[in-house]
């Protein structure tokens, strides 16, 4: 039963340290989004990848958040510093897209950040 | 602001009730999905539409997409508590990223 994992499911921290949350995402699939999602704004996309290469990461604070891939099993969204506001939970989903066609995503568990 | 805007926000409802969730915007999109989303989990896909107009059905669950391809629909029939949980839904624009709406948070009461 393929799955996306990510680890840790939770993380309490201090404000001003740095929080790495990873996901591995479903063997064969080509695209891996980070969302974040709050009760205010619901589900935002942070940044996505297709065939480990960064497609868009608009949605990402750029000053504090970075996003990679490095390798095919493996990407990390890591926060530094991290600040009280960035308190959410944080999905990982992949998915397998070719040309212009639909493609379906399958979300991780989700890590639940608190920033105190 | 949303792209797309979620109605109603909440709704509480006796188990054995039909219920409509709307999905509207103003823009157009490639393809449309709905979610359901459970407390603790991530959201988990249920239908994806992408010919304007096209109706979907999942056992008591369906799905409607609008002509224009800006809104669509959600209707369940005789819900059950297990149908209790998050809808979301999701648009995309030319099949790339997909952008979320708000979400409608039902409770089906046994």
């Known amino acids: 039963d393929a799955r996306v994992t990510q680890t840790p499911r939770h993380k309490v921290t201090e404000m001003g340290q740095e929080v790495t949350m990873r996901c591995q995402p479903i063997?064969?699939?080509?695209?891996v989004f980070w969302y974040r999602q709050t009760m205010m704004q619901g589900l935002e996309l942070l940044a996505y990848f297709r065939n480990r290469a960064p497609l868009d990461d608009s949605g990402m604070p750029k000053d504090r958040f970075s996003a990679e891939m490095p390798d095919a099993t493996l990407a990390t969204l890591k926060i530094q510093p991290s600040e009280p506001r960035d308190s959410a939970v944080y999905f990982c989903a992949s998915g397998y897209q070719a040309g212009d066609h639909s493609y379906e995503q399958y979300f991780g568990p989700g890590t639940r950040l608190t920033v105190t | 602001t949303q792209l797309l805007e979620q109605s109603p926000q909440f709704l509480s409802i006796q188990e054995g009730e039909n219920l409509t969730v709307y999905c509207n915007s103003s823009s157009v999109f490639s393809s449309l999905q709905w979610y359901r989303q459970e407390p603790g989990e991530g959201p988990v896909l249920l239908v994806t539409v992408v010919t304007g107009g096209e109706v979907k059905k999942l056992k008591r669950l369906t799905f409607q997409f609008g002509d224009a391809r800006k809104d669509s629909s959600l209707h369940i029939t005789a819900a059950q508590p297990g149908d209790t949980g998050l809808y979301l839904c999701a648009g995309a624009r030319n099949f790339n990223k997909f952008y979320f709406g708000s979400g409608t948070k039902l409770n089906v009461k046994p």
């Open positions: 063997l064969g699939h080509n695209t």
